[in-house]
Structure formats: C-alpha cells, structure tokens
C-alpha cells in the first residue's frame, strides 16, 4: 500500500497527496512547520512540539483550524495508518490558497499537512568519526525581520548557509547572528564542552529553541554535568574541547573540526559520546 498523507483529516496516497499551486505556503513561504521522531510507535516530545508549533502559528498570525489534541491524535493516527513505529514526522501548515498577493486576508482555509516517513540520518559513520563543519558568511535572520524561533517555511536563510557548507565540502554549517555570535547550525543546535561545562548558546542568540536541545539540557542536569545557556563566539568553538550538533533528525552528532581547525584532539569527546549513548536510552524510555 502506497504511504498514506493527512491533509485537513482527510488521508490520500503519496500520488494523489496535492495542495494548491495557490496555497502561500508555496507562493511566498506563508507557513510553520515541525519535524518529529518516532521511536518504537512513541513520538519523542510529542507535547512540545505541539507548543511550539502552535507558538509559531500565533508568531505569525496564523489560525491553525484544529486544536492542539486534535492535531496529537492526528500525527498518532497518520503513524498508526502508515505502520510505522521508528519514523520522521513532517507536520505542515501553510496559510492556505489565495489569491496572487502577499496579502494574507486574501487566503482561505489553511492547510494541515502530516507526512510519516522513513528517516534518512546522517551517514552511520560521522556518528562515529564526527562531522567537519565551516562557518557560514550568510547570517542567521536577524530576530527583528523573522524570529528564528518561528520554525516558518522560509528556510531559505538555512539553506543558502547549507549550501555554502557544501561547497566546502560539509554536510552542517555553523550560522553567527547579526552581532556575530555563534547562533545555531542551519537544521541543528549547537554545543560545545569547555573545562568539563556543557555551553550552548542562549534562545535570545536567534536560535530555534530545538528539542533536542532542550533534551540535551535536561539529560546533563540529570547526569550532573554543569550546563549553561551562554553567549559563544568562534574563538569559543575554536578552543573548545569538544563540540556537538543537536536536531530531531540528527539526534546527538559529534563535531571534530571547523573551518579546517581540529576541535580538542580532533576526536569525538568523552563528554559527547556520554551525552549520545544517553539520548539513545532517553528516547527509548
Ligand atoms: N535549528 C534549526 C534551524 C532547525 O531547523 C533545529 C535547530 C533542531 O531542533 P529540534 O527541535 O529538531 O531539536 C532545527 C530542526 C532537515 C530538517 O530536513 C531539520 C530540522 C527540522 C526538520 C527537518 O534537515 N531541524
């Protein structure tokens, strides 16, 4: 059977899954969206990215049309449809179809997209050997023309930073804000160990408050190890002694060098493996 896609309550065949060429979702970006896991049939954090993505909705003045425990038991019946227990889950909702104009009063009907699928990670192996990172030029959006904490579906800032990643050859890029300060990579947290502390910077550096992160936050708390929310700088990644990405896809991913320069020993850290071994049991639990 062919993957089956909610859209508005309604479930359709991967083929027959369509949304209007008018939807400003597409037009102009004119939407929110949240990426999930699933581990054994269980979605992880399931209650938080509810929040955020209705915060996100009202960020941007956007009336979702169902309610929060509508939308849960929506993205638990699309999993249960599909058979899939380990999966990623992409909830969308666009402004809906209008007419050709930014004007958003000119919409109608929003639209409630969630698709479960299987999940590509990252290659096995950089779990293992750790990730080469570069610093971007593009800056992260400045908080003042579209709040990274809004996960919205202009992403268009991410991806320009992504693809200079990839012209250098790395699959992650390290984003600064507009004072620049270290932000966030372009779909992940960022962290980093200094002298035994855990230091990731703070929601107000222009970060999408992720999931994992928060996680993360918690696990060190409960493992004893000193945790901080702090503004960081390169010079702070450069000298650290171990650093880290955090993200729903990714889950916990070693970094060992950026910009050509070897983080620590430019090997994945004690700490590190530490806090990768222990979301592995947090996700399961
Ligand atoms: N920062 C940004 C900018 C993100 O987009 C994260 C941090 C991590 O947040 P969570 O809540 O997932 O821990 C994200 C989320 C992709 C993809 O296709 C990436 C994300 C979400 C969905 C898809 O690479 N990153």
Same mark, same amino acid.
Request: aromatic letters at 6%; a neutral charge.
């Given at each position: ?7 508005? =309550?309604?479930?359709?065949? $991967?083929e027959n899954a369509k949304i209007s060429?008018?939807?400003?979702? /597409?037009?102009?970006?004119? =939407? ?6 699933? &581990? ?11 929040d955020r993505l209705y915060e996100s ?15 849960? !038991? ?9 058979? /899939? ?10 402004? =809906? ?5 930014? #004007? ?12 479960? #699928?299987?999940? *590509?990670? &990252? ?6 050997? +750790?990730? $080469? ?10 908080? *003042? *023309? %579209? ?17 200079? +990643? ?13 004072? +620049? ?21 703070? $929601?107000?550096? +222009?970060? %999408? ?30 000298? !650290? ?33 530490? /806090?990768?071994?222990?979301? $592995? ?5």
């Amino acid at each position: 059977m062919s993957l089956q896609i909610y859209i508005n =309550g309604t479930f359709y065949d $991967k083929e027959n899954a369509k949304i209007s060429v008018y939807d400003h979702g /597409l037009l102009y970006g004119d =939407g929110i969206f949240e990426g999930m896991r699933s &581990y054994s049939g269980k979605v992880f954090r399931l209650s938080e990215h509810m929040d955020r993505l209705y915060e996100s909705a009202r960020a941007i003045c956007l009336q979702i049309p169902i309610s929060k425990e509508q939308m849960e !038991a929506d993205v638990i019946e699309t999993l249960r449809r599909n058979n /899939l227990s380990d999966a990623y889950i992409r909830l969308v909702v666009t402004r =809906g179809a209008g007419s050709l104009g930014l #004007d958003p009063n000119r919409t109608s009907n929003p639209q409630v997209i969630i698709i479960a #699928d299987h999940i *590509a990670l &990252y290659p096995a192996e950089y779990y293992e050997t +750790g990730l $080469k990172i570069i610093t971007a030029s593009t800056i992260r959006n400045h908080p *003042a *023309a %579209l709040s990274p904490r809004v996960k919205s579906l202009n992403y268009l800032n991410n991806i320009m930073a992504k693809i200079e +990643g990839q012209q250098a050859g790395c699959v992650e890029a390290l984003m600064l804000n507009h004072k +620049g300060e270290v932000a966030e990579c372009t779909g992940d947290n960022i962290f980093i160990i200094k002298r035994e502390q855990l230091l990731t910077p703070p $929601k107000d550096a +222009g970060i %999408l408050e992720g999931i994992t992160r928060n996680a993360v936050l918690g696990l060190a708390r409960s493992l004893g190890i000193p945790a901080q929310e702090i503004t960081l700088t390169r010079h702070d990644l450069l000298v !650290a002694d171990e650093c880290f990405l955090t993200g729903s896809a990714a889950e916990v991913i070693p970094v060992i060098s950026i910009d050509g320069r070897p983080i620590g020993d430019g090997k994945v850290g004690p700490i590190t493996k530490k /806090l990768m071994t222990e979301f $592995k049991a947090l996700v399961h639990r």
